[in-house]
């Protein structure tokens, strides 16, 4: 295939989320994303325009393509993380368009756990709210490697620069509190397309990049650790057939990290050693692996090992810690409060444990940034800092390091419910 | 770092292939469901690379409405026995005849809305306890809120508003006896990565996919299939047109695109240039704003 197409085959995946209050303009930003970059379709169009003429809009409301289920269409608020999807002839972008409310703190967490980038939003009119300090805070929180702040809606402003400039000072003001690698600021009209897709004609002060023309080349790749090999066993493979009598493959995920053949890897927490025989994809053998590809690797060696264990690169930095003990950031999900030395299910990586809350160290005011050391009532849309003890021992490192074998999930054992996101200290 | 790169469609790939080990390591009972379209092809391409070289471990399903293109048939019953992989098929005309679901009338009749009694039934009969399904959240406004691991309560609804957040890649399948999971493993593909993907892997395809010759004619702007079961209004001619489809299933409300697109390579530019979205062409989604939001809570696919 020429052209067009096979350059189509060689795009790069970024997914971003969004973030901003109330009415900040998320929805009509995605909307102009997809719409400028075609990625609507005539029907959806057409849907949208009869749906904003039913309910009196006089321009035709974009935040209406991703407000999805009916009481949102209803109430015109986005009340669950809806996921959206584009491509240029860059790169293919998966957007989760996550509700700005307070009480959906528990939505801009779970779209931020797998982004490459964050948009805030900020409304030009309103400056520096409570609400994007919380959303710079998770963001750096959940170590998204990239945030652009987007300050929306500078046509209600005069697109004067002295607005973007102030704005930009006050959140440059806080950021030396957060743990974020690159930070960026765009001056937008989401409503009228200044500097989403197009170059704005209003705001020659600004000389930077449009936010599309980020989107399209901030650097990701190197945003993997490609440093620590570490292979958690998902599955094991065993036909048992006449063809395949013998094979033993460990199916999985690499989190992190190269692995090559003969590479001598150790087995936790056995601890037992071996050299990897085949990387298999199917009929296709591969020469090395990487994150974040899924492949079966067989090794050398006869090793009892299941789902839950990890395979790991001898001689390859930093091993994982390996211990019944965890400190981590949590955020609460559930209106059932956290049970101080409540037990849980602990989700970490393929593994699962049964787990004790053995301490609560601190509640963060994600307002002001402050920890708060007496109220240690830990609820819905809250975050902490807690200590776990597990049943056995799970091989981690830290989130900062590798967001894979450094995040996890508590599952209240009552209703099987997820009540808590955790990132390992 | 650039050597350590992978395009689109093998990060989807390996997401995909990711999720469905995790349904066949966290429960007990699982079932791919099948309906001979593309995506459901391409989810079962993704199983087979998943356990390679062990067969797949768990069967697949078709909730087989009767009126079925002959072409899908053919090409389910032949991959089927290929793969050495066992397929159950669930009929609605069982369900019509058990009196669990009244057939519709009238002209704009559609078994459609039927499969879902057909579907929660198979799933409670055989004690299944996860579903995969080929949905898609690029289909449409209400799909795009699903969850990869998508809980149903013990009569198989959807609750919108009360799911279980999903972070990372740390999927939570734990749930009470009697109740079950429908998982979408190709949630994040789009209907072009689909075609690339099926392109990139040279997956064979029924027939059906590309340009040929056809019986059809024109309900409400869109192209029907004239086949023996479906019921002509007055105002409405047979015409034979070069058409192919964008979507498979149930025949009478799979719109056909008129196209000579007769290679993948000709769909790609098709795809691309195409204005309209592959479910445009449903009938099903036409009947109101919410159609598939009220079909999903109820346990549609
Ligand atoms: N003037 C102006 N209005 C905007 C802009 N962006 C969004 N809006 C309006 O702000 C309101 C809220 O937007 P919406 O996208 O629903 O916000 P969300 O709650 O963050 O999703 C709508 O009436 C939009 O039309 C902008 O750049 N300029
Ligand atoms: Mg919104």
Redesign the interface.
């Known amino acids: 295939m020429s052209g067009k197409e096979s350059g189509y085959l060689d795009m790069e995946l970024l997914r971003f989320t969004t973030a901003g209050s109330v009415d900040d303009g998320k929805s009509t930003l995605i909307g102009r994303l997809l719409y400028d970059s075609k990625a609507i379709f005539e029907d959806q169009m057409e849907a949208i325009e009869r749906v904003s003429e039913r309910s009196g809009h006089e321009e035709v409301n974009l935040a209406l393509l991703t407000d999805g289920l009916r009481s949102e269409r209803e109430q015109g608020i986005t009340i669950d993380v809806a996921y959206r999807y584009f491509a240029t002839p860059k790169r293919k972008f998966i957007i989760a368009d996550t509700p700005g409310h307070i009480q959906y703190t528990r939505n801009m967490v779970t779209g931020a756990s797998t982004a490459n980038v964050a948009l805030i939003l900020v409304d030009a009119r309103h400056g520096v709210l409570e609400q994007t300090l919380r959303h710079a805070y998770i963001a750096s929180l959940l170590q998204i490697p990239h945030v652009i702040f987007c300050i929306n809606k500078m046509d209600l402003v005069d697109y004067k620069q002295e607005v973007f400039d102030k704005i930009k000072s006050d959140i440059d003001a806080v950021a030396s509190k957060l743990s974020v690698k690159d930070i960026r600021f765009v001056p937008i009209s989401a409503l009228k397309g200044d500097n989403v897709v197009e170059r704005s004609g209003s705001m020659d002060w600004y000389d930077g990049p449009t936010l599309m023309y980020l989107l399209e080349n901030i650097h990701i790749s190197s945003d993997v650790n490609h440093d620590d090999f570490r292979f958690p066993v998902q599955y094991v493979i065993r036909p048992q057939s006449a063809e395949w009598p013998d094979y033993r493959g460990y199916a999985g995920r690499i989190a992190s990290g190269v692995i090559k053949l003969g590479d001598e890897v150790s087995v936790l927490p056995s601890g037992f050693s071996s050299k990897v025989k085949t990387i298999d994809m199917m009929e296709e053998s591969l020469e090395e692996g990487f994150a974040p590809q899924s492949v079966s690797i067989t090794l050398e060696d006869d090793i009892d090992i299941s789902r839950g264990d990890m395979l790991v690169k001898k001689n390859n930095g930093a091993e994982p810690k390996n211990s019944q003990d965890i400190e981590a950031m949590v955020c609460w999900f559930n209106d059932r409060k956290l049970m101080p030395r409540g037990k849980y299910v602990i989700k970490h990586t393929s593994a699962d444990a049964r787990c004790m809350v053995t301490d609560i160290q601190y509640k963060m005011n994600i307002n002001t940034l402050e920890k708060n050391e007496e109220d240690k009532e830990v609820g819905m849309n809250d975050i902490a800092r807690i200590k776990i003890r597990s049943t056995k021992p799970l091989f981690f490192d830290s989130y900062s390091r590798n967001r894979i074998t450094g995040s996890l999930i508590l599952v209240d054992e009552a209703t099987n419910e997820t009540v808590a996101a955790g990132m390992i200290i | 770092?650039?050597q350590?790169?992978?395009?689109?469609?093998?990060?989807?790939?390996?997401?995909s292939?990711?999720v469905i080990?995790?349904v066949?390591?966290q429960f007990e009972n699982p079932v791919m469901l099948f309906s001979g379209g593309k995506d459901s092809i391409v989810m079962f391409h993704l199983a087979?690379?998943?356990?390679?070289?062990?067969?797949v471990p768990f069967p697949l399903m078709h909730i087989d409405t009767g009126h079925n293109f002959p072409e899908a048939l053919e090409y389910r019953d032949r991959l089927m026995e290929e793969t050495g992989t066992k397929c159950i098929v669930a009929l609605v005309q069982d369900s019509i005849d058990q009196g669990r679901v009244v057939e519709e009338r009238g002209v704009n009749a559609s078994r459609n809305k039927l499969q879902t009694t057909t579907l929660l039934d198979a799933i409670e009969g055989n004690k299944f306890d996860a579903a995969m399904g080929g949905g898609r959240?690029?289909e449409e406004?209400?799909r795009?809120?699903e969850r990869f691991f998508s809980h149903r309560d013990e009569f198989g609804q959807w609750d919108?508003?009360n799911?279980?957040?999903?972070?990372?890649?740390?999927f939570?399948g734990?749930?009470?006896m009697g109740e079950h999971f429908r998982v979408f493993p190709i949630?994040?593909w789009?209907e072009?990565?689909v075609w690339?993907y099926i392109?990139?892997e040279k997956i064979e395809l029924p027939s059906l996919y590309f340009t040929h010759k056809r019986e059809v004619f024109n309900r409400d702007g869109v192209w029907l299939a004239k086949l023996p079961f479906m019921q002509l209004k007055d105002n409405e001619v047979v015409e034979t047109k070069d058409v192919r489809c964008r979507t498979i299933g149930d025949v009478t409300c799979t719109g056909l695109t008129l196209s000579t697109a007769n290679s993948l390579?000709d769909i790609?530019?098709e795809v691309?240039s195409?204005?309209?979205?592959e479910r445009?062409g449903r009938a099903d989604d036409k009947r109101s704003?919410?159609a598939m939001?009220d079909r999903k809570r109820e346990g549609y696919f």
């Open positions: 770092m650039d350590y790169r992978i395009n689109h469609l093998k990060e989807l790939e390996a997401e292939i990711y080990r995790e066949a390591a087979r690379k998943a356990f390679w070289p062990a067969k959240r690029d406004k209400a795009a809120k919108p508003k799911q279980r957040p999903e972070l990372w890649n740390i939570n734990r749930k009470n949630s994040n789009t072009m990565d690339q392109y990139m390579e790609i530019h691309a195409t204005r309209t979205t445009g704003e919410s939001e």
